[in-house]
């Protein structure tokens, strides 16, 4: 395999993050400067946890996110980046759980959450956008499916990438606010943050 392969985990790592922090900070405030700011936070949350899962996928090995990779070559060249993302395909949100346990042992807690969550992003990106709750909806995955992965993954949590979007965010409670109107739990390490930055 090509060294750069071996980047792969810590790239979509940090992308994941700030993915996942945007997704909060939208569900967070409301949408009346910018229509479907909620219905994308959907999109948005479900793919940086994708990200995130092939993250910590690939810190086993960057090729066990593949589901297909490109045929052996005839030239004595190593397998390249550019060779994966044209022909190599990985695995899909819907199949992330059981590739995450098989290779790590982690299991997602909550996983109908999960797959609810999952199955409301394909309405979205493909039907319509159904009259719901969605910013309750994002929040909820992301601090009951994702917050506990990160902590597990690597003892992170999102909440500080939520914030580099709006200073306000914490400071002045408004994630905090949402979260107890919408009976979320958190983790230690999601309340510790919240905790934290108000105190701070």
């Given at each position: 395999?090509?060294?750069?392969?071996?980047?792969?985990?810590?790239?979509?790592?940090?992308?994941?993050?700030?993915?996942?922090?945007?997704?909060?900070?939208?569900?967070?405030?409301?949408?009346?400067?910018?229509?479907?700011?909620?219905?994308?936070?959907?999109?948005?949350?479900?793919?940086?946890?994708?990200?995130?899962?092939?993250?910590?996928?690939?810190?086993?090995?960057?090729?066990?996110?593949?589901?297909?990779?490109?045929?052996?070559?005839?030239?004595?060249?190593?397998?390249?980046?550019?060779?994966?993302?044209?022909?190599?395909?990985?695995?899909?949100?819907?199949?992330?759980?059981?590739?995450?346990?098989?290779?790590?042992?982690?299991?997602?807690?909550?996983?109908?959450?999960?797959r609810s969550f999952g199955r409301l992003r394909n309405t979205i990106m493909h039907f319509a956008v159904p009259d719901?709750?969605?910013s309750k909806e994002t929040l909820t995955f992301c601090m009951t499916v994702m917050e506990p992965l990160l902590e597990?993954?690597?003892?992170?949590?999102?909440?500080?990438?939520?914030?580099?979007?709006?200073?306000?965010?914490?400071?002045?409670?408004?994630?905090?606010?949402?979260?107890?109107?919408?009976?979320?739990?958190?983790?230690?390490?999601?309340?510790?943050?919240l905790k934290h930055d108000r105190v701070g």
């Open positions: 395999m090509h060294p750069d392969t071996r980047k792969v985990a810590a790239h979509m790592k940090e992308f994941g993050l700030n993915l996942m922090g945007r997704a909060i900070y939208d569900a967070t405030f409301s949408e009346m400067c910018r229509p479907f700011a909620h219905a994308s936070t959907v999109t948005i949350a479900a793919q940086a946890a994708e990200i995130l899962i092939k993250a910590r996928i690939s810190q086993e090995h960057p090729l066990l996110i593949f589901s297909k990779i490109p045929p052996l070559s005839n030239t004595k060249e190593l397998l390249k980046l550019g060779d994966l993302f044209e022909s190599g395909r990985s695995y899909t949100y819907e199949e992330l759980p059981n590739v995450l346990w098989a290779t790590t042992g982690i299991q997602i807690c909550n996983i109908e959450v999960y719901r709750e969605l597990a993954f690597w003892d992170e949590t999102a909440i500080p990438y939520a914030e580099e979007w709006d200073d306000s965010l914490l400071s002045d409670g408004h994630l905090q606010e949402q979260i107890i109107s919408n009976n979320i739990s958190l983790t230690p390490k999601s309340a510790a943050a």
